[in-house]
């Protein structure tokens, strides 16, 4: 085979993936340089929400899966819903998008208290019942204990 035939198969193979990302894990090449990425860093390199050590409890339970996704978007839209309220123009986007980065990066890394918080509110049945959470004082609640405020700075 030719170079030129192995740039044409490489690049065939290519876009392929960028239709069917699951086949880049056929792709040597590909996974030579995520390996490289990832030992130049020092860590692991990966994207969406990290559960830690959580993960297997979380896949193992489908129903505490649900109710954390649940919890996790309605805290979002709690606080697209309240910033839109307070008027912020222009910036309202960049407000909300730096809140939701807050949000996710106290599920990710929950000092005791929050932890506390996100459990309780897991275990309370009485919310998860819908898509959203409604229940707007205990969203409001999570996310004065979330961003360390006082949630009644919230309303």
Known sequence: MSQQDKSENQSTFNQENAVNPMGLLFDEEWLRKGVEAEEKVGGNIGAGLDCGSA????VGNLELLG????????L??????LLNN?????????????????????????????????????END?????????NREILRELL???????????S
Do not use: C, D, H, Q
């Open 55 to 58: 993960l297997g409890s979380l």
């Open 67 to 74: 109710r954390f996704t649940t919890l996790r978007i309605s």
């Open 76 to 81: 979002n839209r709690e606080v697209r819903l």
């Open 86 to 122: 307070w008027n912020l123009g222009t910036a309202t986007k960049i407000v909300v998008k730096t809140a939701r980065e807050r949000i996710l990066e106290k599920f990710r890394l929950p000092t005791p208290e929050v932890r506390e918080y996100i459990l309780a509110t897991l």
């Open 126 to 134: 009485e919310l998860y019942g819908e898509e959203f959470i409604s």
């Open 144 to 154: 004065g204990v979330l961003f360390r405020g006082n949630a009644s700075k919230l």
